[in-house]
Nanobody
Framework: QVQLVEAGGGLVQPGGSLRLSCAAS????????MGWYRQTPGKQRELVAH???????NYADSVKGRFTISRDNAKNTVYLQMNSLKPEDTAVYYC?????????????????WGQGTQVTVSS
């Protein structure tokens, strides 16, 4: 019904920047909140940044001042601009969205995840 496709991960040196994107497609009626999470081996997935449909944002303390989340509602896309990257930012980053989809008998809201994109910060 809904696919979230992430792009933009890769290898970057400490202090560098990357921009992640996540495009949603499918039988979309509307997209509510969107967010980015990350996970490292042996640890729980953690929230990195979150943005509401109205544009309100919140961030994990560890990324405040370095990461910026934004969205383009016309393109059903959310972005994560990551600056001043640190080795501890290394993780698989996942896109998340609460999406209302059109159904034969009306609409339904569900939470969807992308497949993840690897970000590695290393010299």
């Amino acid at each position: 019904q809904v696919q979230l496709v992430e792009a933009g991960g890769g290898l970057v040196q400490p202090g560098g920047s990357l921009r992640l994107s996540c495009a949603a497609s499918g039988s979309i009626f509307s997209i509510n909140a969107m967010g980015w999470y990350r996970q490292t081996p042996g640890k729980q997935r953690e929230l990195v940044a979150h943005i509401t449909s109205g544009g309100s944002t919140n961030y994990a303390d560890s990324v405040k001042g370095r990461f910026t989340i934004s969205r383009d509602n016309a393109k059903n896309t959310v972005y994560l601009q990551m600056n001043s990257l640190k080795p501890e930012d290394t993780a698989v980053y996942y896109c998340n969205a609460a999406v209302t989809t059109t159904q034969p008998m009306g609409v339904m809201t569900g939470v969807y995840w992308g497949q993840g994109t690897q970000v590695t910060v290393s010299s």
